[in-house]
């Protein structure tokens, strides 16, 4: 009966469950204010979180969905209210009828080109008025793609959108596996560039019938979004195919532009599309060569197919073949000096170590150290693909300083004397409700030959008035660049 269903906020009542993702359960509901149905989303709260932190992800949350309330687009799904219950963040938003994308793909099939146009063409349009507003959609896939009974296409899922110029999702909350753009896994700074990669992700998708960088397990998923290329898409076409290409090139700064993907997206849909890009295909598209060419210094989708176009055999690899194990580039004892305390040593992802002090219940301290070897790329070798990379992360680090909510970001700074050139950054997030104490990091990112390093310095309950300790970042990776000159 009606009366035993779960009434939230004493106004919605939950009647069933509608799907559930990486960021939380949907429900179909009534509100019982204004006689309407709505979608309820339960937000997924991470397990494991102290007191303190299960309250600042639901203020986080609930601020961010206010935000995303105010975006009005067509096909954007509104959000109507938030909720909280406990520390348990709830998200109103219109009731869409229809399907999502994954679910007519999974039955039908891969889509047709020209159809697949016209959806990115709607979801991009939703993008462009979520960034006008600061906004980043973060979790832009096929299962939050709706379509209505005519085809268009409307977006959902605002409700998890976040500010731009933010260091990720702390929490993990936001994205989902072969949809979240490179730089998303590598915890740096997100902007517009990262949901037109989740959107081109979607797009290959659907043309194809499957994912770009599909794998059995989330954490091969994750390694192939770093590290590997997709196929060329060979159902979309050569034009799609290659803005498809060009969209998902692992290097933000090397992707199309929105206004750049609108003109392609527009030359793929309605009637007259294979006249219209024949008619193109005599003009030479002026953005798509300098991205290719660029992409080549992007090790993934983007280089993969300038190097397959343009072709051209790298003279060097560089010096690292493969990148070493970071577990290997500190020892433990100095790693304890650097920690005062004896850290626990874990290989926490490929390519990542970490040191750990734990203070019983309380703040933790952690040492990070990555490392990853660039390979060649068309006619750039190793060296000079980790050059442009790391010139690449510089300049996007560097477009991040500011302050954003509780999060602000110091300016980039170069340090002498750690591999051939080296950054570091300070960054500080304030405790919920405080303006006293907060977490401090300091990132300093190095380059040598055709590998990059990276060594983070974590401190939770730090002092506000005092948050810098680069010190301790820059005295480890002289460390680590020292081993891996030996």
Not at 68 to 87: C, M, Q, S
Not at 177 to 183: F, I, K, Q, V
Request: hydrophobic share 40%; net charge positive; with cysteine.
């Amino acid at each position: 009966m009606q009366g035993d269903l779960y009434l939230l906020a004493g106004r919605y009542r939950l009647i069933e469950r509608l799907g559930q993702g990486g960021a939380g359960t949907v429900w179909r509901a009534i509100d019982e204010m204004l006689d309407r149905q709505v979608a309820v989303k339960q937000v997924r709260v991470p397990q494991g979180m102290s007191p303190p932190e299960r309250a600042e992800f639901a203020d986080r949350a609930i601020h961010e969905a206010r935000s995303a309330g105010r975006l009005r687009d067509p096909a954007i799904v509104l959000v109507h209210d938030v909720v909280l219950e406990g520390d348990q963040p709830w998200i109103i938003m219109d009731l869409v009828t229809g399907r999502s994308l994954d679910k007519v793909i999974k039955e039908q099939g891969p889509q047709p080109p020209g159809f697949v146009a016209a959806v990115g063409l709607r979801v991009l349009s939703a993008l462009e008025v979520a960034h006008a507003h600061g906004m980043l959609h973060q979790d832009v896939k096929p299962a939050n793609i709706l379509l209505d009974g005519d085809g268009s296409a409307m977006l959902t899922d605002f409700g998890i959108a976040a500010p731009m110029g933010g260091q990720g999702d702390r929490y993990g909350s936001a994205g989902s596996p072969g949809y979240m753009a490179p730089e998303r896994l590598n915890e740096q700074p997100s902007g517009p560039a990262s949901d037109l990669w989740s959107l081109g992700a979607s797009l290959y998708t659907a043309v194809e019938g499957r994912a770009p960088f599909e794998r059995a397990l989330p954490a091969a998923i994750a390694a192939a979004v770093l590290l590997h290329e997709p196929p060329f898409p060979a159902r979309a076409g050569r034009d799609l195919g290659r803005l498809l290409m060009a969209m998902l090139a692992k290097d933000p700064s090397v992707r199309p532009s929105p206004a750049q993907v609108r003109q392609e997206l527009s030359g793929l849909t309605g009637p007259g599309t294979a006249s219209r890009r024949r008619r193109a295909s005599a003009r030479p598209r002026r953005w798509l060569l300098p991205a290719v060419l660029a992409a080549v210094v992007a090790l993934g989708a983007g280089g993969w197919y300038a190097a397959t176009a343009l072709g051209g055999t790298p003279s060097e690899t560089g010096r690292y073949a493969k990148a070493p194990d970071p577990c290997s580039l500190l020892g433990d004892a100095d790693a304890a000096k650097l920690l005062k305390e004896t850290p626990e040593r874990s290989l926490t992802r490929p390519g990542e170590c970490q040191w750990l002090v734990r203070q019983g219940s309380g703040p933790s301290r952690r040492l990070i150290v990555r490392a990853w070897a660039e390979r060649p790329n068309g006619d750039l070798d190793g060296p000079q693909t980790a050059q442009r990379r790391f010139a690449s992360e510089k300049s996007s680090r560097a477009a991040a300083k500011g302050t954003s909510l509780r999060v602000s970001h110091g300016a980039v700074s170069d340090v002498p004397g750690v591999g051939e050139t080296a950054i570091v950054q300070n960054s500080f997030t304030f405790h919920i409700n405080s303006t006293d104490s907060g977490t401090a990091d300091s990132t300093l990112l190095f380059r040598m030959s055709n590998l990059l390093g990276e060594v983070v310095w974590h401190r939770e309950d730090v002092a506000a008035k005092n948050p810098a300790d680069k010190e301790t970042a820059i005295a480890a990776a002289r460390l680590v660049s020292a081993a891996l000159a030996r």
